[in-house]
C-alpha cells in the first residue's frame, strides 16, 4: 500500500535545493526518527560508508560504518536442506565506528536530547559532499558553546573519511574535554520478523590482529572469524588552537581514543581534525594492512583537512557537471529530492571500483550488503549515461564473476554459467531457492545491461575481451534450462522459473524471463558472429577458451526464434506466466493497510496461489524491451497488472510510472514517480531507517530519462519523446553518450538540444532525425501535449 509514512516538516527540514537538512532541533530526531536521520545523512564513497550517526554518538540506532565488499560468511541453517541449496551465507560487517568526537563540558557529556538548545542545523551539502552541523546552547552551568562539525567521506581517496571539529566558548572560559573514538563495537543481532535485514552473528567476528597507537594516532587491526579477510582502521588527528590543550591517548584491542583536555578561553576556537582510514584485503599480510593505514593518515595530515575539504568539492562539482537534472515546479521538495536521489547514486558507486552496488549502497545492512539485479537493471543506465568507466567497472565486477557462475552452474546441473541471485562473493546466498535461485533472469538481466552499456558507450572492447564470454555462457544456460515443448506446438519453453514478481514463484513461462532470454541469446549469436568477422584471432581464442561450437549459435536462434510467449487473446494480454490467469485474484477489499508489505503478513502459499504482485514484472518487460509490444498491448497489459500490484518491493513505482508515461496516464505516470523520488524522503516503504533503497533511487533516474524525457536507446539509437508533468515547467538532464555530452531542456512547448562536450551527436527527437555538431551545437524541437509515439512504439515480433 503506498503511503509516505512520514512528511518533512517544511519548518525543520526546509526544502533547500542543494542541500537535506534539519534547520532546527526536533525532539524526534533522538528518538523516532534517529534510524532515518542516520540514512538520509549517511555519507559514502562507493567503497567506505558511514551512516549519519551523530559526533556524540548518543542518541544512535545503528552506527554503521561498512566497506564494500567487506563480509563474513555465516552457516545458512535449513530445517529441510536440498541438494543444491546454498550453506553458506555472507553479510556485510559493521566495522569499528570512527565517527565519535564526545565532548565533556566541566564534566558533563554533551548529549543534544539533554542540551538547552539555542540553534541547531544539521545538513547534508549536496554541493560540498559534507554533513555539517552547527549547534549553539547553553551549558548547564550557563555558559554558551557553538560546536561546528564537517565530516566527509572522500571520492578523491576512497580509505579516507575525514571530520572537522570545531569548539567555541561563547561567552566565558570553560573546561572540556573531547573524547575521539574508534570503537570496534560488536555485530548487533538480527531482527527475525523481517527476512530483509541482516542476519545477526554469535560471537567474536572481528579477532583482532595489533593496535598501533603513536602520538594522535591510533590504529586497530583485525581478521575476520572465517571469510579470511584482513581489516585495518586507524585515525589521527591534529589540532588547532589558541587554548593550552593537552592530550592522552587510550588503545586496545577494540576501543582507542585520544582525549583533549583544557581550558577553552572565550572565544578562542578549538579546532580539531580527524583522519579516519580503513583497509581490507583478502590476503592475511597484516602489516601490510596496516602499513596502508598508516599511508592515508600520514598522507591526509600532510594534505591537511582544507585542501581535502575542497577537493570534495570539486569531485561533486563534477559530478554535477555530468550528472545533475533540474526539474522546475512550485514545489521545491522535487528538486531536492531529485538531488538527493542523485547524490546517493553517487555516493553508492563513485570508488566502487572491484566492487558491486549493494541493495542499500553503503547506507545500511539491510539484505546483508548484498548485490542484486537491481545494480545492472536499475543503476548501471544512469551510470551508463553519466560516467561509463563506473559503469565499466561494475561490469567487470560481474565479469570477474564468471568462473564461480560456471561452477554454479554445474552444481545445478546446468551447461554455460548461473550467476547468484544475491550475493557479495560470487557464490550464491540466498537461502529462499523460490525468490532466490529461481529467478533465473538475472543472467539475462546482465546480458541487458552489458549490451546497453556497449551500444551506448560505443566500448566494443568491453564486448570482445569481456562481454562476449559472458554471452556464451548465459546462452549456453538458457539453451539448457529451456526445451521445444510438443505440447507447445515446438515451442521454445523454459519452465520452473520465478520472475521478478516475487509474489508469484516457480512458474512456467514466465514472459519476462523468456523475452529476456529471448535477447541474450540473439545478442549472443550477434555478437559471437560479429567477433568472428572483426577480431579472429581473439575469437580463436574464446572458441579454445569456452569451447564453444559452431553448432550451438544454431540452437540459439532456433531457441530464440522459437522462444514461447504466453498470450491470452480473450484479454489481448501477455500472462505473467502460464498459470498466472488461472489464479484466483487477491481480495484487496479485505486487505488491511497494515497488512502491508504483504510478505510480513502472509504465509508464501498464500500469496503464490493468488493474482497479487509484488513489483512490476511484465510491465517491467514492457519497458526494457519497449519494442516488442504494441502501445494497445502495453496499454492493455497495464490495466490488467496495474491493479494487481502491491509495490511492496520498492523496485516497482518507477517502473510503472515509466509505461504509464508511455501509454498516456500522465497521472499515473506523476504520482508513480513522486512514490519513487520519495521512497526515502518519506519512507514509503517504513523501513527506510535501515538504509537508502538504491535501485529506487536509480529508478527514480529512470522515470526521470525514459520516462517525462521519453528516452529510448534501443541498438543504441537515442530518441527522446519527451512530455512533461503538468506540475512542472521544465526537466533538464545532462547525457553522454559514444563520448558526446549534452544537455536536453524540456518545457511545455519545446525540447532544446544542446552539446556541451563533443563533435557530433545523432539522435531522433518524437521519430525525426537529429544531428548535434560543433557547428550546429543547439538545436530546438517542438514539443505536443500528447506523446507522439512514433519513434517509441514498434511492431510485435
Ligand atoms: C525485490 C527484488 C530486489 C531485492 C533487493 C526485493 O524486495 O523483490 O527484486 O532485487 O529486494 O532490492
Same mark, same amino acid.
Given at each position: ?85 546454498? &550453506?553458506?551465507? /555472507? ?8 565517527? =565519535? ?47 561546528? &562539525? ?105 576501543? =582507542? ?78 528538486? /531536492? ?61 560481474? *565479469? ?32 529462499? *531457492? ?51 515443448? !510438443? ?154 497488472? !496495474? ?12 517502473? /510503472? ?82 563520448? /558526446? ?7 511545455? =512547448? ?48
Amino acid at each position: 500500500m503506498l503511503r509516505p509514512r512520514y512528511v518533512p516538516p517544511e519548518d525543520t527540514f526546509p526544502p533547500n535545493p542543494w542541500a537535506f537538512e534539519a534547520a532546527r532541533y526536533d525532539a524526534r530526531l533522538a528518538g523516532e526518527l534517529t534510524g532515518q536521520a542516520e540514512t538520509m545523512f549517511a555519507l559514502s564513497n562507493g567503497y567506505l560508508g558511514i551512516r549519519g550517526a551523530v559526533e556524540e554518538g548518543t542518541p544512535a540506532r545503528e552506527a554503521g560504518t561498512y566497506l564494500n565488499g567487506f563480509y563474513e560468511h555465516r552457516p545458512i541453517s535449513y530445517g529441510e536442506h536440498a541438494y543444491g541449496f546454498p &550453506t553458506v551465507g /555472507q553479510s556485510i560487517l559493521n566495522c569499528p565506528n570512527g565517527t =565519535a568526537v564526545k565532548l565533556f563540558v566541566e564534566d558533563e557529556p554533551f548529549v543534544v536530547p539533554r542540551a538547552e538548545v539555542l540553534e541547531y542545523r544539521r545538513s547534508l551539502d549536496l554541493r560540498g559532499g559534507t554533513l555539517n552541523r552547527d549547534v549553539r546552547w547553553m551549558s548547564p552551568t550557563g555558559k554558551r558553546l557553538r560546536m561546528r &562539525t564537517v565530516r566527509l567521506v572522500s571520492l578523491a581517496h576512497r580509505h579516507l573519511a575525514a571530520i572537522e571539529f570545531e569548539l567555541i566558548a561563547e561567552d566565558a572560559d570553560v573546561e572540556v574535554a573531547v573524547s575521539s573514538e574508534l570503537d570496534n563495537h560488536q555485530p548487533l543481532s538480527a531482527d527475525t520478523t523481517d527476512p530483509r535485514l541482516a542476519e545477526g552473528f554469535v560471537g567474536r567476528v572481528l579477532h583482532p590482529t595489533g593496535t598501533q597507537s603513536e602520538g594522535l594516532r591510533a590504529i586497530l587491526s583485525y581478521r575476520t572469524r572465517s571469510s579470511g579477510l584482513s581489516l585495518g582502521c586507524g585515525m589521527d588527528h591534529s589540532i588547532i588552537t589558541e587554548c593550552s590543550i593537552l592530550n592522552e591517548s587510550r588503545c586496545d584491542d577494540d576501543f =582507542a581514543a585520544i582525549i583533549f583536555r583544557g581550558k577553552l578561553l572565550r572565544n578562542k576556537p578549538l579546532r580539531i581534525c580527524k583522519y579516519l582510514s580503513y583497509h581490507y584485503s583478502d590476503d592475511s599480510d597484516t602489516e601490510q594492512i596496516l602499513l596502508q593505514t598508516i599511508s592515508t593518515l600520514k598522507r591526509a595530515r600532510t594534505q591537511g583537512f582544507q585542501a581535502i575539504l575542497e577537493r570534495q568539492r570539486r569531485d561533486v562539482e563534477r559530478f554535477w557537471a555530468r550528472a545533475d537534472v533540474v526539474v522546475e515546479s512550485d514545489n521545491p521538495r522535487t528538486q /531536492q529530492t531529485i538531488r538527493w536521489n542523485l547524490f546517493q547514486l553517487l555516493q553508492a558507486s563513485e570508488r566502487a571500483e572491484g566492487h558491486g552496488i549493494g541493495a542499500r549502497g553503503l547506507t545500511g545492512r539491510t539484505y546483508e550488503g548484498h548485490y542484486f539485479w537491481d545494480t545492472e537493471i536499475y543503476v548501471l543506465p544512469f551510470l551508463i549515461f553519466t560516467n561509463p568507466s563506473i559503469a565499466r567497472s561494475v561490469l567487470k565486477f560481474r *565479469y570477474d564473476m564468471l568462473d564461480k557462475a560456471r561452477a554454479r552452474a554445474r552444481e545445478l546441473g546446468h551447461r554455460g554459467a548461473t550467476f547468484p541471485w544475491r550475493t557479495i562473493n560470487g557464490e550464491e546466498a540466498s537461502a529462499y *531457492y523460490a525468490a532466490g535461485t529461481a529467478q533465473y533472469h538475472i543472467n539475462a538481466d546482465i546480458a541487458y545491461a552489458l549490451r546497453k552499456y556497449v551500444e551506448v558507450t560505443g566500448d566494443d572492447e568491453f564486448l570482445w575481451s569481456y562481454g562476449a564470454e559472458v554471452l556464451i555462457e548465459t546462452a549456453r544456460l538458457w539453451f539448457d534450462l529451456g526445451f521445444f515443448s !510438443d505440447v507447445k506446438g515446438g515451442r521454445f519453453c523454459i519452465n520452473g522459473v520465478t520472475g521478478p514478481d516475487e509474489y508469484t514463484a516457480i512458474v512456467n513461462n514466465n514472459c519476462f524471463t523468456n523475452l529476456m532470454a529471448r535477447e541474450n541469446l540473439r545478442y549472443a549469436v550477434q555478437t559471437v558472429l560479429a567477433l568472428e568477422r572483426l577480431r579472429p584471432d581473439q575469437f580463436a581464442a574464446l572458441v579454445a577458451l569456452t569451447g564453444l561450437e559452431r553448432s550451438e549459435l544454431g540452437h540459439w536462434e532456433e531457441a530464440a526464434e522459437r522462444m514461447y510467449l504466453p498470450y491470452d487473446e480473450r484479454l489481448g494480454i501477455h500472462p505473467q506466466d502460464d498459470d498466472f490467469l488461472d489464479l484466483e485474484r487477491w481480495d484487496f477489499a479485505s486487505t488491511s493497510e497494515d497488512n502491508y508489505p504483504l510478505l510480513l503478513h502472509y504465509h508464501p502459499l498464500n500469496l503464490y496461489r493468488s493474482q497479487v504482485i509484488k513489483q512490476a514484472d511484465t510491465v517491467m518487460a514492457m519497458f526494457l524491451l519497449n519494442d516488442h509490444f504494441t502501445r494497445e498491448e502495453k496499454r492493455r497489459n497495464f490495466e490488467y497488472y !496495474d491493479p494487481l500490484t502491491t509495490h511492496d518491493s520498492s523496485l516497482s513505482v518507477c517502473i /510503472q510510472s515509466i509505461v504509464a508515461n508511455e501509454i498516456g496516464l500522465d497521472r499515473k505516470a506523476i504520482e508513480y514517480f513522486d512514490f519513487a523520488a520519495a521512497m526515502d524522503m518519506s519512507d514509503i516503504g517504513g523501513n527506510m531507517m535501515h538504509g537508502a533503497h538504491v535501485a529506487a533511487i536509480g529508478g527514480t533516474w529512470l522515470a526521470l530519462a525514459y520516462g517525462f524525457a521519453g528516452l529510448r536507446d534501443s541498438e543504441g539509437h537515442i530518441s527522446f519523446n519527451p512530455i512533461l508533468p503538468k506540475a512542472w515547467s521544465a526537466l533538464k538532464l545532462v547525457l553522454t553518450v559514444r563520448g /558526446q555530452t549534452f544537455r536536453i531542456e524540456i518545457d511545455h =512547448a519545446s525540447a532544446t538540444y544542446r552539446l556541451l562536450n563533443g563533435v557530433r551527436l545523432e539522435f531522433s527527437h518524437a521519430g525525426e532525425a537529429c544531428v548535434l555538431s560543433s557547428a550546429e551545437p543547439v538545436l530546438t524541437r517542438p514539443v505536443g501535449s500528447v506523446r507522439a509515439n512514433s519513434c517509441a512504439f514498434g511492431e510485435p515480433n
